[in-house]
């Protein structure tokens, strides 16, 4: 960087209003009944959970800070299926963001001698935007433009690429290097998919560029040849719209309502069930804390952790509806 750049330093809290952190909760998975329609301040917190079996249906009483199901267990009956198992990518396949993508933007903005540092809160703060341009923009909207970038829109929009298209090249060394590994379970579910006939598709707001190279480099070519993706400006808007849930869908021949997403942030799960979409979300490092009330389950991760877990199984009960609240 240049000797007479400057490095912005601004708090995430007076860049964007900070969301009301979610009481944690011990039980890995939630669900809800039939107010998926219903935006997450509409919910209270959760005290019982109904099981409903063929003829009978029984009710559990149990305090939401205890509750646990036994995913793989209870789901092993259902004999429904998704029509297409749809992952977003940054924090589902891989966690990418704090490692990955902010490294990356860093770099590309000492590179440009831009005078821009984003620190792991203000990153967190920014990705409650969709997209990385779009979050650049934003960015240089709210805090200044530096002195180095144009002063037309036009011109600033081409700025913006340019940066972006830096930042993913930079991005996918890393991940043709294979430093930023798979999430666990993540290749095991994509496998029970294939082999139950089950559609798979990647849906993200990143440059197509980038998810493509996460999806050959760390899925392998075999699966990689087998994934349809839907990634970057695909759609004119990005998550939370659902255009690109909508999109894939459309695509690949499927009705919304026989998709399952997988998804680590609130805006995603927004953009999934504004789709129609069953949805469930697997927490990442920066979103732990969101809210994700309406989700129809949510897991710490995908993996096969001793005492819970789910498979295409339990996303087909889901379909089912055999767990409502």
């Known amino acids: 960087m240049a000797g007479t750049s400057s490095i912005i330093s601004i708090s995430s809290a007076s860049l964007f209003t900070p969301t009301t952190p979610q009481p944690k909760t011990h039980c890995l998975l939630k669900h809800t009944k039939d107010n998926d329609h219903l935006p997450p301040s509409s919910f209270t917190t959760l005290s019982s959970l109904r099981i409903s079996k063929p003829k009978t249906t029984t009710r559990v009483n149990v305090p939401p800070r205890t509750r646990r199901l036994s995913c793989s267990a209870s789901a092993s009956s259902s004999s429904t299926l998704p029509s297409a198992l749809l992952f977003d990518c940054d924090g589902v396949l891989v966690d990418t963001e704090k490692d990955g993508h902010r490294i990356s933007f860093n770099q590309t903005f000492q590179e440009r001698n831009l005078g821009v540092t984003w620190d792991v809160d203000l990153y967190g703060e920014l990705l409650k935007i969709g997209g990385g341009k779009e979050r650049m923009t934003a960015y240089f909207n709210k805090t200044g433009w530096p002195a180095n970038a144009p002063a037309g829109e036009q011109e600033r929009k081409e700025f913006v690429a340019s940066l972006h298209k830096q930042k993913t090249e930079l991005f996918m060394a890393l991940i043709e290097k294979k430093l930023l590994p798979l999430r666990p379970g993540v290749a095991k579910i994509i496998d029970q998919a294939f082999a139950q006939g089950v559609q798979v598709a990647v849906c993200s707001t990143s440059n197509e560029k980038a998810v493509s190279a996460i999806v050959s480099f760390l ?3 075999e699966r990689a040849e087998k994934i349809k993706i839907f990634a970057g400006d695909v759609v004119p808007r990005k998550k939370p719209d ?39 979300v697997t927490k990442s490092g920066y979103t732990e804390d969101e809210d994700f009330l ?12 001793p005492e819970e877990r789910f498979d295409l199984a339990f996303c087909g009960s889901l379909l089912e509806k055999q767990y409502v609240s």
Do not use: H, Q, W
Request: glycine content about 10%; hydrophobic content about 50%.
């Open 219 to 221: 899925l392998g070519p």
């Open 242 to 280: 659902p255009a690109i849930y909508l999109l894939a869908a459309s695509t690949l021949g499927v009705e919304p309502s026989r998709c399952v997403v997988v998804e680590d942030s609130a805006i995603g799960l927004a953009a999934a069930k504004a789709a129609g979409m069953t949805c469930i």
């Open 294 to 305: 309406n989700a129809d389950a949510v897991f710490d991760c995908i993996g096969d952790p």
